[in-house]
Nanobody, 130 residues
Framework: EVQLVESGGGLAQAGGSLRLSCAAS????????IGWFRQDPGKEREGVAC????????YYADSAKGRFTISSDRTKSTVYLQMNNLKPEDTAVYYC???????????????????????WGKGTLVTVSS
């Protein structure tokens, strides 16, 4: 059974930092790309950052560039999202998701088109106060 379990959400002040973790199981970690997505009530789900651990390719949304870093630990089948210089507009439920990436060219669309992802976690809430 495929499982993606997020952790690390919580309350942070503007300018602060949080690190989210996504523990993956039930599939071959290197065969998949994993991304972080977020959704605020009333808004569309948006991709934040994606990574394919097998080759280290990454993608960042403009909102994440320079502030967030996605990384992975292949020994733990875990993907992290380090979020620095948080802003109130980063407040959202953050989800991790996985897509079968296989032996294909890395696709930014995995992050921009959230509906192509195959598996989803339940999400973790991030609240940033001003």
């Amino acid at each position: 059974e495929v499982q993606l379990v997020e952790s690390g959400g919580g309350l942070a002040q503007a300018g602060g930092s949080l690190r989210l973790s996504c523990a993956a199981s039930g599939f071959t970690f290197d065969d998949y790309a994993i991304g972080w997505f977020r959704q605020d009530p009333g808004k569309e789900r948006e991709g934040v950052a994606c990574i394919r651990s097998s080759d280290g390719n990454t993608y960042y949304a403009d909102s994440a560039k320079g502030r967030f870093t996605i990384s992975s630990d292949r020994t733990k089948s875990t993907v992290y999202l380090q979020m620095n210089n948080l802003k109130p507009e980063d407040t959202a439920v953050y989800y991790c998701a996985a897509v079968d990436a296989g032996p294909v060219e890395f696709g930014a669309y995995w992050c921009t088109d959230w509906y192509v992802m195959d598996h989803w976690g339940k999400g973790t809430l991030v609240t940033v106060s001003s």
